[in-house]
C-alpha cells in the first residue's frame, strides 16, 4: 500500500512530529497549568474572552458551524477545553444544553462565576480530556474542541468522534505561528529560521479524507496587534522562539533581551497571527473501495 494512503501512517507521523504547533505549546510549557505565566496567560484570555472583537469573532465562527449542523437551539454540546466559557456561555446563550470541560482549577472558577453573569446555566466537568472515559459520558449532538491542546493527535480526535452522536467542531492551526517581534529579532541575530511544513490540521484533513467521513473545512489567516508590557515580552521571547523552530543560546538569548530593551520602551506592540483551520465533522463515514 501507498504510505500516502495509509491511515496508520499519518496518525503514526502526527503522533510523533514534534513540529506540530501543539506539541510545541507543550515543549514551551504553556500548556500546562503548573507553567510560569498561566495564571497570567488565563486572567489575559478571560479578560479578552467577551470584549466586542472577541464576541464578533465568537458570533462568526459559531455562525459558520450552524450553516451545517443548523441552530444550536436545543443541541446538546460538549465543549472541550472550555477555559473560562468564550464558547460555553454564547452556546448557551443561544438555546444550548451545554457542558463545559475544564481540568484547570482558575479557568473553571472563571467560567462558573461567567456563566451567572451572562444570565445561563451551563453543566460544568472539572476532568481532563485526556482521563475522560468516552463511556463516563452520553452521546452529544455536537463536540466542540476550538484551539485546544487535547486535540494533540489522530486517537484525541477520534475520541472526540466517539463522544459525537451528529458532529464535531475541531480547529487548530493550519500553518505557522507568526510574530513581528520574533522575524525583527531573528533578522538581528542574523538567525535563519527552518520552513515549517506540517501543521496540526494537515493531519487532521488528511486522517478524515482517507477515513471516509463527510466535512467541510476552512482556512483562514488571522492576525492582531497587541501592546505588550516589556517584561511579558521578556518572559514569551523563549516559547515565541519555539514557534519558529528555534532554541536560543544563553548568549543569544541575552542578545535578544538587550535589543528590545535598547529599542523598546514600557510598552511594545506585537503583531501575531498565521493560518488557522477550522473543521465540522459528520459522523456518518462513506467507505472508499480498497
Known amino acids: 500500500m501507498n504510505q500516502l494512503s495509509d491511515v496508520a501512517y499519518w496518525a503514526e507521523a502526527w503522533k510523533n512530529d514534534p513540529h506540530s504547533p501543539i506539541k510545541k505549546m507543550k515543549k514551551a510549557g504553556l500548556a500546562s497549568p503548573h507553567s510560569a505565566g498561566f495564571i ?21 465562527i459559531l455562525k459558520w458551524v450552524e450553516q451545517y449542523t443548523g441552530s444550536l437551539n436545543g443541541r446538546t454540546i460538549l465543549d472541550v477545553g472550555a477555559a473560562s466559557g468564550v464558547f460555553s456561555v454564547p452556546m448557551a446563550k ?21 456563566a451567572p453573569n451572562h444570565s445561563v446555566d451551563v453543566s460544568i466537568i472539572g476532568q481532563s480530556f485526556e482521563e475522560l472515559a468516552v463511556d463516563q459520558l452520553p452521546r452529544y449532538d455536537l463536540v466542540f474542541a476550538s484551539m485546544c491542546p487535547a486535540m494533540i493527535d489522530w ?34 541575530l542574523k538567525i535563519e529560521a527552518p520552513i515549517q511544513r506540517t501543521s496540526d490540521m494537515m493531519y487532521v484533513l488528511q486522517l478524515l479524507y482517507l477515513t471516509g467521513y463527510s466535512y467541510q473545512s476552512l482556512i483562514e489567516q488571522h492576525e492582531k496587534t497587541m501592546l505588550m508590557k516589556r517584561d511579558d515580552v521578556l518572559q ?6 519555539l514557534d519558529y523552530d528555534v532554541t536560543l543560546t544563553d548568549q543569544q538569548q541575552r542578545l535578544a533581551a538587550d535589543l528590545v530593551k535598547k529599542k523598546y520602551n514600557d510598552d511594545i506592540p506585537v503583531i501575531t497571527g498565521g493560518r488557522f483551520g477550522k473543521v465540522l465533522i459528520t459522523k456518518e463515514q462513506t467507505s472508499f473501495p480498497n
Not at 157 to 183: C, D, F, R, T
Not at 236 to 241: I, S
Open 155 to 188: 486517537d484525541a480526535v477520534q475520541k472526540a468522534i466517539a463522544l459525537s452522536s451528529k458532529h464535531v467542531y475541531i480547529s487548530l492551526m493550519a500553518g505557522p505561528k507568526k510574530n513581528s517581534l520574533v522575524e525583527e529579532l531573528l533578522n538581528e
Open 236 to 241: 514569551q521571547l523563549h516559547a515565541w522562539f
Open 94 to 114: 443561544a438555546g444550548a444544553i451545554v457542558t463545559a470541560l475544564e481540568p484547570t482549577n482558575i479557568l473553571r472558577e472563571k467560567l462558573v462565576r461567567n
Open 40 to 60: 497570567k496567560w488565563a486572567e489575559a484570555f478571560d479578560a479578552n474572552s467577551f470584549t466586542a472583537e472577541a464576541t464578533k469573532r465568537t458570533e462568526r
